[in-house]
Nanobody
Framework: QVQLVESGGGLVQAGGSLRLSCAASGSISSINAMGWYRQAPGKQRELVAAITSGGSTNYAESVKGRFTISRDNAKNTVYLQMDSLKPEDTAVYYC???????????????WGQGTQVTVSS
């Protein structure tokens, strides 16, 4: 059974940094894009950053220049380095992967359980 397990959330003061990690485990055939989404109270879930298996990235405008997404394909892990955090970055952050499990079937979306990030002013 495939799982995405996130870690690294927590409480930080404005201007601080956090690093989120998300590891995919289980019987995996391939992983295409991986990404991070977030959902603040009363708001819709939104894309924060995504990265393809080849390393191409895209970011929400609100985090460009402050957040960096990366991945280690050998470890099936994606990271989100968050710098210069602002109170408006407070949300539950979810890992997402376009993943094909074994035995080989077409890929579909997997989600992590979410990790809370709170930025105090």
């Amino acid at each position: 059974q495939v799982q995405l397990v996130e870690s690294g959330g927590g409480l930080v003061q404005a201007g601080g940094s956090l690093r989120l990690s998300c590891a995919a485990s289980g019987s995996i055939s391939s992983i295409n894009a991986m990404g991070w989404y977030r959902q603040a109270p009363g708001k819709q879930r939104e894309l924060v950053a995504a990265i393809t298996s080849g390393g191409s990235t895209n970011y929400a405008e609100s985090v460009k220049g402050r957040f960096t997404i990366s991945r280690d394909n050998a470890k099936n892990t994606v990271y989100l380095q968050m710098d210069s955090l602002k109170p408006e970055d407070t949300a539950v952050y979810y890992c997402n992967a376009d993943l094909a499990p074994l035995p080989p079937v077409p890929p579909f979306d997997y989600w992590g359980q979410g990790t809370q990030v709170t930025v105090s002013s």
